[in-house]
């Protein structure tokens, strides 16, 4: 029955050699791969202007040059990001870029700060996402937490179901909420070009403002930055595009690149023109379109689409997430649970413990995004920065054609990454602290995993020097409870492996019934040698291995090994087993987890 | 370390023969075994006052005649379950006696209904105790399911530790509490004789009153006998009791039951004298207590004590729920795990069993026990009904000496006992009518289990008719994931059982891998035959089980084992298990669930 809701939720399992019509068209592949970032503007621009109103109103116009500045952060970005996917065409992103360049730490500083973003990108996204739901209508406002799950479980479903089928569901919504700002930009623009809109809501551009600091500047560039987090998202995930992926990727990077700045620069123009502050009960997107429109259809439609993308946004950690784990798999700082690929071709593993992960956050959080914000756009600068030094370091290393304007392109990256990282650090540090936290102990554990995996694997290799010495003969253990068809299966097939050499165990609990057991015994199994233990204190497992210890001990000296043959019967119906002490099944975790003993079970299937 | 933390909880573990040290002294056993029926005194006079309420406080003397009504099913309840201690020494109690006489279903119904009768009593008298406890102190209130759990686990583990060294820490509140009471009820008696207490708080006894009838009187009636649950825990635990274990017994039964009739009577008597109406806010005996002492030292002693015999006659279902399972386990009607004798030698899993169930009433319940209460009297005066029609039966078959004044007790007591049951029945439906859900429901399953255990023991009991053929010979197979120190010990291990019948499987993802592992196998072991199989899906389990049933379809023909060896390797620490693909657990499960081989596990114990 599990196997049936599997199967009506994932959709038929796929072969493997299906893997290729998985892959993904530039189309496609925008919609997925840049939901994370275009949503980004629907909280970049007011992020500015929450930081600027701490001066006062007359400080918005600020918002226009910083923004210039965003702009060409995005540019250096795109055009670095743009150079990593030529350069990696595997998939690069910031932990294989930072690792072959910068070394071995730097790598895993990206990917283990790239590896909890991920989580934080689903649990912020949908948590806003929500709260864009739940405030225009009031009514479910205080299921937050449960919507907000309840997404998380739909989007892990959708990326189980496998990739292509999720993108077209997905790619609607984001070419909508597209096709939505574009409207009221155009719309907004045509009011102000007639005229509709008076000319005088907003402070002149160069206006003196008291109190403006550099800091606060400062501070206004980073908050507005967070606009830019997920645009690494297409260079992380290229072995996904179709044929030749590395271009298609390229021209879809540079798509969404052109996409991101339009609708950016749009929003900040027209908040800057209308004269909108930031107000904690409406979003400056709502704001515009309500100035704009009305309170109509045109509205519903834009916070409608804000709200969808905001939630589909969670799905880039999706494609993301999973990826970086092959990579960090691959080179065995994580457990290789994640290179499994699962019924429908993606890696499940992943998907799953990213859903739990991000539900986790979101109880915890109570689905709540201000105090998250600040903690996920450092855990991205961190990787941009290190990405782009390892493409200078690269640069420098190999020289190719043509290298210094590309190390100038990624120089500048580099720098502005590096900035905007310190201001963070600078100005939100209570909001940030904790990143020297995990990231120790996250790159702690990594070395752990990948010490382990290095021990099995010199452990296990084969070699010339130690070869296995021929077991000369089996001693064979049965663990007996009573004289029943089952033990009698068993004591059969132990015959059959080493007729004069097989022991029956019978533990007993009492002295007359230990007597009395041996006398049927007698009776019943005269060649086979019955051994009975008295147990004082009720156990099975003490007294059994207690004996086998002996045997054990004496079997080693001329090499034979010992097999302890347990009884099973397998009742027909799963409830039944309640019903019965599964003694056999405690004894076996037991010898196999402590002892050097082979455990066989004999399994008698009951027919009722 | 979850072994210290147990041994820590429960103490040392202690041997078979320790057990007689564990029966109980008459003292010890009136204080663990009356609980649960001295706390009724705490809430049954007080449940007669809001029934005489909904007719005014005139009616208030009724409570007088009708507790002596109550005293006089007291009597033949003590009475009758005194003359089934002697009838049956090894523990009666309903199911046995109702079994016994009455046939089996009549058992299972009395079995069933104090089954989960016990459950209730936990739930119950904990709830009650806590919301006196958090009455007391307000502050409190909101974490009433939390002290209430905290108490049913602190129970529990005394419980676990052994039913002495449990009694030692219940005997004092009991006493302590029967002494309050004495002292309350002495000092307000000597108040009235004093004429301290005006004589013209009630109205006189007789005096005409508007409205009431018989259906309300039988009600009142009803109400007042919910103090008398808990009179049968002495008859179902006698095997507890140091020898002479029936005469201790009903020495112990007859002392509760006057304790119980002393402050039964004083309690309706003070109610009645002081003119007291029930009040949601506090409770009968605080009034009276209140009025007898004031405010101080005196009334914060009955006040907690009564809290504390609340809590403690939880305990009473302790005693008395493994007992009855054991009885139900012996009779396969429920599982046998509720046989086995834990460390401490008490029964712990009907001991933990009834712990998580208690818990799970009270969080479902929020810990309010109001609603609770008509469910739990109605489960106890149908077992008390039929055991003493069962006790009916048994005279009248055996006719003993002396057998008609018995009889007489008995059905005197049957009588009463079935119309409290039907009043309840017809006054309080819309509060039990879920008992003709689950009665059947139990009887259902403890038949269906019956049958279980029946159908296994004649599956499994040898018969001379049927005898095993012997095992021909062996064929091995390994899955093996790849050439490593584990899959070389497995084949070791198997070369020794049966040399020439080996077969390696090796499942392969990709045809490229399938032909280079041939290559390399055929190098490392070319004395035991590989088998390869392509899984076009990634699953293991398929194609391997498909292999299997063919190998094992020809094997079966000539009388042939199927053995199929699992290598594993076992990590030195348990959390390294999560960096390893655990497929041999996976078809290990899968083989032994489904198929007729026998799966042995040959374990490969990492060093680091």
Redesign the interface.
């Known amino acids: 029955m599990i196997s049936s809701i599997k199967r009506f939720l994932l959709g038929r399992?796929?072969?493997?050699?299906e893997l290729g019509e998985h892959k993904l068209i530039k189309r496609k592949a925008l919609a997925i791969l840049s939901s994370d970032a275009l949503s980004s503007v629907a909280y970049g621009p007011e992020q500015m202007l929450i930081v600027l109103a701490t001066v006062g109103t007359a400080a918005f116009w600020y918002s226009i040059p910083i923004a210039a500045g965003v702009l060409v952060l995005l540019t250096a970005l795109i055009l670095s990001y743009r150079q990593i996917i030529f350069a990696y065409p595997n998939g690069g992103g910031a932990y294989v870029v930072s690792k072959n360049n910068l070394g071995v730490n730097a790598g895993l500083i990206a990917g283990g700060s790239l590896l909890v973003d991920y989580i934080l990108t689903v649990a912020v996204s949908v948590s806003a996402g929500t709260d864009a739901i739940t405030s225009a209508f009031p009514l479910l406002h205080n299921y937050n937490v449960e919507i907000a799950i309840t997404f998380v479980l739909f989007i892990t479903i959708l990326n189980l179901r496998g990739i292509t089928e999720s993108a077209s569901i997905l790619a609607y919504p984001v070419y909508l909420f597209v096709l939505a700002l574009l409207i009221l930009i155009g719309a907004a623009i045509y009011n102000i070009l007639t005229g509709v809109v008076p000319p005088d809501l907003h402070p002149p551009i160069g206006a003196d403002v008291a109190g403006i600091s550099l800091f606060i500047l400062l501070r206004t560039f980073a908050s507005g930055s967070s606009a830019l987090t997920g645009v690494e998202a297409i260079s992380n995930a290229i072995p996904n595009f179709k044929d030749p992926a590395p271009n298609n990727a390229a021209k879809t990077l540079i798509m969404m690149g052109f996409l991101l700045a339009l609708l950016f620069s749009g929003i900040v123009y027209l908040a800057y023109y209308y004269g909108i502050s930031p107000n904690v009960k409406e979003t400056v997107v709502s704001q515009i379109a309500k100035e704009t429109f009305g309170h109509n259809f045109m509205y519903f439609f834009i916070q409608g689409t804000t709200a969808l993308i905001l939630i589909l946004a969670a799905n880039t950690g999706y494609s993301a997430f999973p990826l970086l784990a092959v990579n960090l798999a691959k080179d065995k700082f994580i457990?290789?649970?994640f290179l499994?690929?699962g019924?429908r071709l993606g890696y499940s593993n992943g998907i799953i413990i990213l859903g739990i992960a991000s539900i986790i956050l979101i109880v915890i959080f109570h689905a709540k995004t201000e105090h998250l914000i600040p903690l996920y756009a450092i855990g991205v600068f961190i990787p941009f920065t290190l990405s782009q030094s390892g493409m200078i370091v690269k640069w420098i290393r190999e020289k190719p054609q043509g290298w210094i304007p590309k190390l100038t392109v990624n120089a500048i990256g580099a720098f502005i990454s590096f900035i905007v990282t310190m201001i963070f650090f600078l100005t939100k540090f209570t909001r940030v602290w904790s990143v020297f936290v995990f990231l120790p102990i996250i790159i702690f554990v990594f070395h752990r995993?990948r010490k382990?995996?290095e021990?099995?694997g010199d452990?296990?290799?084969?070699t010339a020097s130690?070869t296995?010495i021929?077991?000369?003969?089996?001693i064979i253990i049965v663990p007996v409870a009573g004289?029943?068809?089952?033990v009698?299966?068993s004591l059969?097939?132990a015959?059959?492996?080493s007729p004069n050499r097989i022991i029956a165990v019978y533990i007993a609990?009492?002295k007359e019934n230990e007597k009395e057991f041996e006398e049927k015994w007698e009776k019943?199994q005269p060649d086979v040698r019955l051994v009975t233990l008295y147990s004082?204190?009720?156990?099975i497992i003490n007294p059994l291995t207690k004996f086998i210890d002996t045997i054990q001990h004496k079997a080693s000296e001329s090499n034979y090994?010992v097999?302890v043959v347990i009884p099973?019967?397998?009742?027909k119906r799963g409830w039944?087993n309640?019903?019965?002490?599964q003694s056999g099944i405690m004894i076996?975790s037991f010898l196999?987890?402590r002892?050097?003993?082979?455990?066989?079970?004999?399994?008698?299937?009951?027919?009722?």
Chains 1, 2 share one sequence.
């Open positions: 399992p796929l072969k493997s050699h457990s290789r649970i499994v690929r019924d995993i382990h995996y021990d099995v452990e296990l290799r084969l130690k296995v021929p077991i000369e003969g089996n004289m029943t068809r089952v009698e299966s059969n097939y015959k059959s492996l609990f009492d019943w004082y204190y009720r156990s090994q097999t099973q019967f397998i009742p039944h309640i019903l019965h002490n076996r196999l987890f002892k050097n003993v082979v455990v066989a079970t004999v399994p008698y299937h009951l027919k009722k």
